[in-house]
């Protein structure tokens, strides 16, 4: 057992069961023996061809190329304002903002002598992938890292969050003799490892709302996470109030709907969720239409979620990797794959998804209307 599994089991001794929701916050967030701490001792970022899982801008330089157009276009419709707080959640290696900064750069140096770069990063070892990728941006001011999102400054915003939603803790609640009991993690019956259970006695006042969803049979099972609808409701006030938009691109369904969607990673491959705690990442499918809600009864105005492969399309994906493949022409075959990865309905395109939430007064975003696509990449 790993060392968090052994805090664990401790715990369940003595408290008894705990929400699956408990048990993913631990194995992904713990500050010592959780998954986002356990590379530290060898400074080794978990992402990645070499690590359990990529994500899109590690798969290609044109998904952050392309947002820096977005948020250039973004930026302008705001009104241009000097300074603005430009924010990523959850920023990986840094890759996103550095093929963002290059491709704003090229195009409009007013908008990257006007942001102000903040970053909500927990990992030690991300800070420092982060802040080795940033180091040779020109800033007009240091980045500053946050633990929480609630730690940024006020200002106008432009917010990016990247696959950042799916591994925020999710409940779960399965149907049982038509009630819904929330799905815990107990010890396993040999003691030695975990399994899941059901909430013994069911509490009417921690029900679900179930007003969306179609009847269920026994062992149905849906999700619910209250911290990515607390977080939409947040940053929509925020940029309601104090201007700006926010883009998330995660995956999961454009509609709720019944069904479990949590999962394990490791080295590309499908784990036990319970297995090794701390040692495999956990995630879920990100259930957009709740966030819509709860985004839009915070002030500002949802576009999308829209498929990741139409997102980057309207954003002219094809006209800029045609670009790139003839500026190099021994890379084009993998430029081109890297792209159709992004993009094609069996691999990125259709799983993942682009929502905005935004100041009501804005115009609709670039990407999520099928107008022109943008054009300010060099």
Same mark, same amino acid.
């Given at each position: ?8 089991? =401790?715990?369940?001794?003595? *408290?008894?069961?705990? /929400? ?8 992904? *967030? ?17 992402l ?28 302008? &419709? ?7 707080? !430009?924010?990523?959640?959850?920023p990986?290696?840094?890759?996103l ?6 491709? &704003?750069?090229?195009?409009?140096s007013?908008?990257?002598?006007a ?27 240091? /980045? ?20 950042? #939603?799916?591994? !925020? ?10 009630a ?10 040999? $003691? ?7 909430? =013994? ?11 969306? #969803? ?17 977080? !939409? ?9 104090q ?8 995956? *999961? ?5 019944? *069904? ?14 319970? &297995? ?13 239409? =709740? ?19 139409l997102?980057?399309?309207? #954003? $002219? ?13 021994a ?39 099928a107008?022109? /696509? !943008? =054009?300010?990449?060099?």
């Open positions: 057992m790993t060392p968090l599994g052994a805090l664990i089991r =401790r715990q369940i001794q003595e *408290g008894g069961p705990i /929400p699956v929701s408990a048990y993913m916050a631990l194995a992904l *967030g713990h500050p010592e023996h959780g998954y986002y701490a356990r590379h530290q001792p060898e400074g080794q970022a978990p990645g061809r070499s690590g359990d899982f990529i994500t899109a801008p590690e798969i290609s330089q044109v998904f952050g190329e392309l947002l820096g157009a977005w948020c250039v276009n973004v930026w302008r &419709a705001m009104g241009s304002p000097h300074p603005f707080i !430009l924010a990523e959640l959850g990986g290696r840094g890759t903002l550095t093929d963002l900064w290059r491709a &704003a750069s090229a195009a409009a007013e908008f990257t002598s942001l102000r770069l903040h970053l909500v990063e927990t990992s030690r070892t991300l800070r420092a992938c982060q802040q080795a990728c940033l180091a040779a941006l020109p800033l007009p001011a240091p /980045p500053r890292w946050h633990e929480d999102v609630h730690h940024l400054p006020s200002g106008p915003t432009l917010l990016i969050a990247n696959e950042f #939603l799916d591994a !925020l803790p999710v409940e779960q609640y399965v149907c049982d003799a038509g819904w009991r929330n799905r815990q993690v107990a010890l396993a019956p040999d $003691g030695d490892g975990f399994a899941f259970t059901l909430a =013994r006695v069911v509490d009417p006042h921690g029900q679900p709302d179930l007003a969306d #969803l179609p009847e269920a049979g026994d062992g149905a099972v849906i999700e619910r996470c209250p911290a990515a609808e607390r977080l !939409l409701a947040w940053v929509a006030e925020r940029v309601t109030t201007g700006g938009a926010a883009v998330f691109i995660d995956y *999961g369904p454009a509609r709720s709907a019944p *069904g479990e969607t949590l999962q394990a990673i490791r080295g590309h491959r499908r784990e036990n969720p319970l &297995a090794d705690a701390g040692e495999i990442d956990l995630s879920h499918h990100v259930d957009f239409e =709740r966030l819509v809600v709860a985004a839009t009864a915070a002030g500002a105005r949802c576009w999308g979620p829209v498929p990741q492969g997102f980057l399309g309207r #954003l $002219g994906i094809a006209e800029r990797v045609r670009r790139l493949a003839e500026a190099s022409p890379q084009s075959d993998g430029i081109e794959g890297a792209a159709r990865r992004l993009v094609h309905p069996g691999r990125m395109g259709l799983l993942f998804k682009a929502l905005a939430a935004a100041h009501p007064d804005l115009p609709t975003p670039p990407g999520f209307t107008s022109a /696509p !943008l =054009r300010p990449l060099t």
